[in-house]
């Protein structure tokens, strides 16, 4: 069993700068890859970001490269989202997720995640 608590969202004008955190317990941290989500109101969840079990591995989505980027702490296990330049469009509630049962390759399909934090709001005015 995981536990999964995120942390950090709020709101914040266009162009501006956010870093979620998501605090494991559970199981051994740095023996899972790590994703971030997002969903807004009326849309699918969609993948964020993943990070490998050591963190030297990531795998951003195109909508977020560049601006997002995402890290690990595995002594604090803990992962993060660094957020900046945000748009409108960024507007969701974001979940950290754990790939406990999967080969270690970073995956971007929800389906693959098998525990999910509670989501935390970020929202973007313009």
């Known amino acids: 069993q995981v536990q999964l608590v995120e942390s950090g969202g709020g709101l914040v004008q266009a162009g501006g700068s956010l870093r979620l955190s998501c605090a494991a317990s559970?199981?051994?941290?740095?023996?899972?890859?790590m994703g971030w989500f997002r969903q807004a109101p009326g849309k699918e969840r969609e993948f964020v970001a993943a990070?490998?079990?050591?963190?030297?591995?990531?795998y951003s989505a195109d909508s977020v490269k560049g601006r997002f980027t995402i890290s690990r702490d595995n002594a604090k296990n803990t992962v993060y989202l660094q957020m900046n330049s945000l748009k409108p469009e960024d507007t969701a509630v974001y979940f950290c997720?754990?790939?406990?049962w999967g080969p270690g390759v970073l995956r971007r399909s929800s389906y693959e995640y098998d525990y999910w934090g509670q989501g935390t709001q970020v929202t973007v005015s313009s």
């Open positions: 997720a754990a790939d406990i």
């Open positions: 990070i490998s079990r050591s963190g030297g591995n990531t």
């Open positions: 559970g199981r051994t941290f740095s023996s899972y890859t």
